[in-house]
């Protein structure tokens, strides 16, 4: 053959060819070559096979390569690719062999000698030393090849970026990228591919063997291949529109996603839905032969020589199909044997059978007898063995027979009972395990026989007719009737995990008698077991009324089967969802925990289910779970009796009480505490541990408060007191000197409806603490009697709470700080609480003189002052607003009202602070019942003698008016202020102008905001005022207090306009102290006011001329102010010349836009050097309420 005829890219060569050829130039390849050919080198020296031409390889140069190889190979002269690719990568014509490597590559016969080239980075770094691939392969003249910044192949570089126009590293990136995703695609595949293998090898490779060689023996379902049909099943009823079958069947699976078959398993192929399996099941699989492909078929005989290699290969087939069919005939012959042993034992059975008949037909005298027993004989469907050995009775095959069975001493053994019309056969078993519970078995079954003399064949192949099916697992379950209650259960333990999946959620709960009853029954612990986690799982997320269900359930079980079985079937089911994704599921684990308590060992109560309540309490996210568990924890403080766990519920009591939730924390109040007190009770240390405890930690927050206190614990710790007292009362009056002549009679008073405060819960109900309402009212007839007139003596728990408790108490409230409004107030109902519940008479007695000897306001005491300094604290409107409102009696508003009188004088007779005074008139001002009662302690001052107390009533009327009605403000507010302002002095009239505010900022009657702005235009225009410079600062102080919240009325025709006057006074000022005073007050009441929307003529008139002269007092005092009042001017000035939207944008705070420009940096370097008031400051940036 011509050198120039030969085609170096025939299609009929291939890879293989190339591999398998042994006997071509290979063969005769120098050592030296040949390593150069396994090396694959790239860059070696050229060869002799290929024309060294570089510049431009014609097709000519490869032909003369093929002449030689076909010169060294003999007869073959064709050119294999493999020998074209290689001097292709020696003489570097690297992009002509890469683009041979696309054309194999797109026609499927892929190059290993390309391959492995392109795929190794090391074959294009760019460097200037050898590269690793160059050190063993050479390097060719043409040098190595530049490489990516990044792990890079050639099929993922761009040659085009070596170009002239320079690197582009953008494009390098992109290339390495996508070469890196690649590759990770590859290795992600072959990761699925090694562990689907791994998979697929689960089962070992004996059993594999066992199943083969036994084929009645079922291999079992392996995981993958259960994940498969779940998702072809769900595929199914999705696309046949069962969506509600298939919501249940992917809430039965929900360890699998049904969106995703690659969920499945990894590098799975998808198989076909389930109906083309179906109708492909029925199509014979073809067997295997060795084919050729028509379209790519080559004649034998171009085949090279090594092809011959295939035939051993061929011949181990031929052996493996031999010896598998040597394994065939084996088991073939096995079956015959066991046929022939089955067709041997039928006919004995038939003989037994026989034999039965005869005797029962002697017993009856039946005249039926041998008609029935020919027929039985003769029935050939006899040959089948009993399902259950028995303890079923089959309902087609019950005969009157079954009356002789436990008569029949012969058959003590076994005994078969048969029907000849169905033709089945139902074995009993020994009649010590038969018993005879069903009323149906008590008697003989007779059925009428028909005259015929049908041929038994022609009468079995009649009744075929009737479509029965006792194949299946539901048929042979319907087939059989239970004879005793033992089999019942059996039955209902198989059937019921198979009833429960195909159930809908919303109905499940209606299975649950079903399961717990089988559970309790049931024989075997592994069935009950799985019954009792079907109940547990019985539905996804289960509401409150199926939980009720749950637990009702669990309850009743637990009664029936006792604290053993409890703890040892109900308790994991508990254990193993206590960490479940579902707040429900967790939920009904804390309710089961609790209403279990009563019926599980004693010793687990305090240990096992503690821990996991106490658990599941600490880590629960949950606000709904760590409820039920507080109140479960409650249930169990109820039923615990191991004294060294007392310090356990302590902690877990201030645990829950320091919980985030109120849900948690109002259960521990109705349900925790309560019962954790009741237990302290039996203790005996709810007086000396409980109660001393928490009042040392009162102790210790109140040292650690100094720099501020935490008013959340000290919250904690009082709710917790107050949550102790009807159980500390309880305790008195059970341990009272008369509680043994307490006896019930028939004329014992009711209690009084408002004698206690109304409990948070039962629990807190001293008459549930105590036993019955009727032993509460005798105790309490009995105790009032004993304080009032026989004393304490020797009732050492009611000493206790008056000599330790009491003055410990008193003493912490004199400690805690008089103007947080919240300590004073959780006091004041602590004590509210606690004296109502210990009565009037303990409260006047015992109570009361003990804050009366501390606070000791008798006259020879006014005037001094370090005796009266008990009345700026706390003591005094805990003392007022806990203690003396408990009663509302006339005479105790009477000492209210003189108590606060009192105070008020001696306050300030002794120019004292008012704090504590203050404290009580906001804590009783908040309930509108004691409005009155203020108003006439407030009405004693107006009317004193002393100015002193003038000014401090007129001062007091400020916090009381908030929240009183506009009736009460005409008729008694009003009236009280003119006749103050109608005074000599000017400290009293000044002192009213804050009221006169609030009247402005909360009234809407119009005559009466009439009369307060005439007073206090009095007050701005009265030349007797004009030198007042302590008016002038209250009245713009108040102005901008109330400035905002005010009737725009009054601020537009009162308020604005009179700043813009004082501001042009101010001007004037030549006092310079006084002028920065002025100046101050009117800068925050100007940005108070600078929220609100002031109209363009008013902006104009009154608005602007005022900040201007302010800024004109303010360059001169304090230039940190002017800087924000220019940009506050500027801003106005805006909106005045853009009118249009100044009226769209008018409520928009005008230090709040001083965004943007340079005005906003000015503004923030300045405002950390302002000396003024933060909170009226703090008015730039709020909006009209």
Avoid at 204 to 213: D, F, G, I
Avoid at 388 to 409: F, P
Avoid at 1037 to 1047: D, L, M, Q
Wanted: proline share 5%.
């Amino acid at each position: 053959m011509a050198a120039g005829n030969v085609n170096p890219f025939n299609a009929s060569d291939s890879e293989e060819e190339a591999e398998q050829r042994q006997d071509g130039a290979d063969a005769e390849r120098s050592p030296s070559d040949e390593a150069q050919g396994h090396r694959m080198g790239p860059f070696s020296e050229p060869a002799a096979l290929l024309s060294s031409n570089r510049t431009s390889p014609s097709v000519e140069g490869i032909p003369a390569s093929g002449a030689a190889v076909a010169g060294i190979g003999g007869a073959d002269t064709r050119v294999s690719v493999d020998a074209i690719a290689a001097q292709l990568l020696r003489d570097q014509y690297i992009l002509t062999a890469l683009e041979l490597h696309t054309e194999l590559l797109e026609a499927g016969r892929e190059l290993p000698r390309l391959r492995d080239y392109f795929s190794n980075p090391g074959n294009f770094e760019r460097q200037s030393g050898t590269p690793p691939a160059c050190k063993d392969q050479g390097v060719g003249p043409g040098g190595p090849l530049n490489r990516a910044g990044s792990i890079s192949t050639l099929d993922s570089l761009d040659f085009a970026r070596y170009s002239d126009d320079g690197n582009r590293e953008s494009d390098e990136r992109v290339a390495v990228l996508e070469f890196e995703l690649r590759k990770a695609k590859e290795n992600i595949q072959a990761l699925r591919a090694n562990l689907t293998q791994a998979a697929e090898c689960e089962i070992p490779s004996q059993e594999r063997k066992n199943y083969k060689s036994s084929p009645e023996i079922q291999e079992p379902i392996r995981s993958l291949e259960k994940r498969a049909l779940n998702f072809l099943v769900n595929e199914y009823l999705l696309k046949n529109e069962y969506k509600l079958t298939a919501i249940t069947f992917s809430d039965e699976n929900d360890d699998q996603d049904f969106e995703l078959w690659d969920d499945v398993g990894l590098n799975i192929p998808k198989p076909q839905d389930l109906l083309q399996l179906y109708r492909n099941s029925g199509n014979s699989l073809t067997l295997h032969l060795d084919t050729v492909d028509v379209a790519v078929g080559v004649d034998p005989r171009d085949l090279p020589g090594d092809c011959c290699i295939q035939e051993p290969v061929q011949q181990t087939d031929i052996i493996q199909r031999q010896q598998q069919q040597e394994v065939v005939q084996e088991l073939e012959y096995q079956i015959s044997l066991l046929n022939s042993e089955k067709q041997s034992l039928a006919e004995q059975i038939k003989k037994l059978q026989s034999d039965i008949q005869a005797l029962q037909w002697n017993v009856s005298s039946d005249p039926t007898a041998t008609v029935k027993s020919a027929q039985c004989k003769e029935d050939p469907r006899f040959d089948k063995t009993p399902l259950d050995n028995g303890q079923y009775l089959d309902i087609r095959g019950v005969t009157d027979a079954d009356d002789t069975l436990n008569t029949t001493k012969t058959l003590s053994s076994t005994t078969t009972t048969t029907d000849c019309t169905d033709g089945t056969t139902t074995a009993t078993p020994p009649h010590n395990k038969l018993k005879s519970h069903s009323p149906q078995v008590k008697g003989s079954v007779q059925f009428d026989q028909p005259n015929r003399k049908l041929p038994p064949a022609f009468h079995q192949a009649l009744l075929s007719f009737c479509r029965m099916s006792a194949d299946s697992r539901l048929g042979s379950e319907v087939s059989r009737i239970a004879d005793s209650e033992h089999s019942v259960m059996l039955m209902l333990g198989r059937c019921l995990p198979h009833i429960v999946p195909n159930v809908l959620l919303a109905k499940r709960e209606e299975l649950i008698p079903l399961i717990l009853c089988t559970a309790c029954l049931h024989p075997e612990p592994k069935e009950r077991d799985q019954l009792l986690h079907i109940l547990f799982n019985l539905i996804k997320r289960p509401d409150d009324e199926q939980r009720q269900m749950i637990l009702t359930g669990c309850v009743a079980f637990a009664r029936q089967v006792g604290p053993t079985r409890v703890e040892a079937e109900l308790l994991p089911q508990c254990w193993e969802q206590i960490n479940h994704k579902y707040p429900e599921r967790r939920l009904l684990v804390a309710e089961a925990c609790g209403a279990l308590a009563p019926y599980l060992p004693m010793e687990i109560r305090s240990s096992l289910v503690l821990s996991m309540l106490q658990q599941m309490l600490a880590e629960d996210k949950a606000d709904m779970v760590r409820e039920a568990v507080v109140k479960s924890l409650g249930i169990i403080m109820g039923y615990i009796d191991d004294p060294d766990k007392y310090f356990q519920g302590f902690e877990l009591m201030l645990l829950s009480l320091g919980d985030p939730s109120e849900r948690v924390v109002s259960a521990t109040h109705q349900v925790f505490i309560p019962a954790f007190a009741a237990w302290c009770t039996e203790l005996g240390n709810l007086q000396s541990q409980l109660i001393p405890s928490l009042l040392t930690r009162i102790e210790k927050l109140l040292k650690q408060g100094e720099y501020g206190l935490d008013e959340h614990k000290l919250h904690m710790y009082l709710s917790a007191l107050q949550s102790i007292i009807p159980s500390l009362f309880a305790v008195i009056l059970q341990n009272a000197p008369f509680t043994s002549r307490a006896k019930l009679h028939g004329d014992v008073p009711p209690i009084e409806v408002t004698r206690f405060p109304r409990p948070a819960s039962p629990l807190q109900d001293v008459a549930t603490i105590v036993g019955s309402r009727e032993q509460l009212a005798v105790l309490l007839q009995l105790y009032d009697h004993q304080l009032q007139h026989e004393g304490t003596t020797g009732w050492d728990s009611l000493l206790w709470v008056v000599n330790q408790f009491l003055p410990q108490v008193i003493e912490i409230v004199g400690r805690i700080n008089v103007t947080s409004s919240t300590c004073v107030h959780e006091f004041s109902r602590f004590f509210w609480r606690f004296c109502r519940t210990f009565g009037k008479i303990f409260t006047n007695t015992k109570v009361k003189p003990q804050f009366q000897e501390i606070l000791r306001l008798s006259e020879e005491n006014v005037d001094a002052t370090a005796g009266n300094g008990i009345l700026t604290k706390a003591t005094v409107p805990i003392y007022a607003t806990g203690v003396l409102t408990c009663y509302n009696q006339e005479e105790d508003r009477k000492l209210l009202v003189g108590f606060l009188e009192d105070v008020m004088t001696t306050l300030s007779l002794s120019h004292a602070p008012l704090d504590s005074l203050k404290a009580s008139f906001v804590e009783l001002g908040a309930n509108p019942a004691y409005h009155e009662l203020l108003l006439t302690v407030l009405w004693y001052g107006v009317v004193h003698t002393s100015a002193l107390v003038r000014c401090t009533a007129a001062r007091m009327f400020e916090l009381v008016l908030r929240g009183m009605s506009e009736a009460l403000i005409d008729k008694r507010v009003a009236p009280a202020l003119i006749t103050l302002c109608s005074g000599p002095e000017f400290s009293v009239r000044i002192s009213t102008i804050p009221a006169f505010g609030t009247i402005m900022e909360t009234v809407t009657q119009k005559e009466l905001l009439e009369r307060v702005k005439m007073q206090l235009a009095s007050f701005l225009e009265d030349p007797q005022y004009q030198d007042q410079h302590s008016l002038h600062m209250e009245i713009i102080k108040t102005f901008g207090r109330v400035g905002p919240n005010a009737e725009p009325r009054f601020r537009d025709e009162f308020v604005l306009p009179h700043l813009h006057k004082l501001a042009l006074c101010n001007n004037q000022q030549t006092v310079e102290t006084k002028r920065i005073d002025i100046a101050t007050q009117l800068f925050e009441a100007y940005s108070a006011l600078s929220c609100c929307f002031i109209s363009e003529e008013l902006m104009v008139n009154h608005f602007l001329p005022g900040l201007r002269c302010l800024r004109a007092d303010m360059e001169q005092l304090s230039p940190e102010h002017e800087v924000i009042l220019s940009s506050m001017i500027k801003e106005c000035e805006i909106k005045v010349e853009n009118k249009g939207i100044g009226e769209a944008q008018g409520s928009i705070s005008i230090a709040a836009s001083l965004v943007g420009e340079d005005a906003k940096t000015k503004f923030l370097s300045k405002m950390g050097q302002l000396t003024t008031s933060g909170a009226m400051l703090a008015n730039v940036f709020q909006r009209k309420k």
